[in-house]
């Protein structure tokens, strides 16, 4: 069988794999939390760029079963493999189908089906890449519009985008060839940014009407008490060994004295820089941050293109005979997981958390009759809420101050409404009543049993808002809505909505 025939019947067996994968995954905290946002379409959200939310609103409009709602990470390496194989094939369609199938069967790959921020993210950056290929090869002004306009999707993704931006300005300025066609070129480049401009533009404004939610989130909350530390800096290059397996690790070693000359004398040396500087920068920040392994995602696609041009035909497939090899060991660990009784884990401390993924309906049951005598439902956690919404088909706002995580619901929620109304709060742990006493004229709490595990269900009667209002929502206020004093902002919704003294 030719490579190509076998990649093109690997995109449909690794798709079959991907959809009962998703079929049979549970839906997790954050996915959950995502379809939230797909609920309540807007041009941003508390903790990122909106476009997930776009796609799953969308999707929404088909159903919400996790199948549907999980389409976009089901397709998104099968879309990138045969854009990698359409991009390679002109050089060597033997070579360019082997690169391909290597990207399509690496284990995130296979088993990646999960919805996440990182998706469109992964989609746009690599499109917007090709883009700008085609822009350079033909000099064509709508194919650098194009890129631009991608990257700035890909920004509305993640802010991850500005590192591809800077990698796209990285090359314009250390790969520029004095002639005829470096003025057009670099009026290539200046449409390029210019058609992103408009959806930085759409963020910038969300942010500017909604506190700089998002910008603060990312540069300033979620990084207090960040140190040095060398584990950081341990798991992130452990990170990388991992997503490119050692097979093509030992090959670009051994052939490391000529991998610079290879690309320099190559059409794909683009790549180079696209992969190179946004994992740079990546490692410079891993002195401080621990790196998730899906911040580096959106740049790996441009690997696979760089194997391209630094692997023979020999290690490619001998890189590729490791990765099925590692990719049925992964799928087999997952089986093998899934074939076992919930009871396995009865002594884990996150046992609660694994019922409460896998047997949501269960716990659904147990809340109806208390809606029906007009109990407002509520969780103490994000992620709690964004399950149980999802699966009750009715939405749980958070009660408490949650935490600097996945904060939406202080845009969706408006505790004014709910003054002198019975609420009813559901936990995983065990509930200390006394934290509730102010907010209540009276409180009681109640416990069920599911799968062994026992949830507790925390009932309010006659919800105090002012006190909760001068409590929890002050403490929020000055921890999550102190906006720098060096940012213009219109009227802050949170401020309006329960500190309007305080707003003007």
Known sequence: ???????????????????????????????????????????????????????????????SAEVIMRLPAIL??????????????????????????????SPLNILNVLITTDTPLILFAFLSAVALFRA??????????????????????????????????????????????????????????ASAVPFVLVNMYWNYTHCWDNIL???????????????????????????????????LFRRRAELVQKLAGSPLVMFGYLFALPMAVFALLSLKKVIGLHWVLAFYPFLYVLLFVWLS???????????????AAHLAVVIAIAALPMETWKQHRLYEGIVFMLEPEKIVEQIRPYEQQQFLLTTDSY?????????????????????????QDDIITDFRQYDGRNILILKKSVPDLMQYVPYFQSVESKQIAVRGATFYFVLGYGFDYATYRDTVLQTIKDKYYRIPEFLPHAPCYFCEKYFPEESR
């Open 1 to 63: 069988m030719t490579p190509t025939n076998l990649f093109k019947y690997a995109l449909l067996a690794t798709l079959v794999i991907k959809l009962a994968l998703a079929a049979v995954l549970p839906m997790s905290g954050d996915e959950a939390y995502f379809i939230v946002w797909g609920n309540h379409p807007d041009a941003g959200y508390y903790d990122h760029p909106p476009m997930v939310g776009w796609f799953l609103h969308l999707l929404l409009y088909l159903g």
């Open 76 to 105: 998104l390496a099968t879309l990138i493999a045969w854009g990698i194989y359409r991009l390679l094939r002109p050089y060597d369609e033997d070579r360019a189908a082997l690169v391909a199938l290597l990207f399509l069967i």
């Open 136 to 193: 350079l090869q033909n000099n064509s002004p709508a194919w650098y519009g194009l890129s631009g306009a991608l990257l700035g999707m890909a920004f509305l993704s993640k802010y991850f985008a500005v590192l591809l931006g800077l990698a796209y300005l990285a090359y314009f300025l250390f790969s520029a060839r004095i002639g005829a066609g470096s003025k057009r070129r670099t009026w290539g480049f200046i449409v390029l940014y």
């Open 217 to 251: 989130f990312n540069l300033y909350n979620r990084h207090e008490g960040d140190q040095w530390s060398p584990g950081k800096v341990a798991m992130f290059w452990g990170a990388q060994l991992y997503l490119m397996t050692p097979p093509v690790i030992y090959y």
């Open 313 to 327: 035909r020999e290690e490619l497939v001998k890189s590729l005979k490791f990765m099925a090899w590692f990719s």
């Open 383 to 407: 992620s709690s809420s964004a399950i149980i919404s999802y699966h009750y088909r009715k939405n749980f706002f958070v009660f408490g101050d949650g935490s600097r995580h996945a904060r």
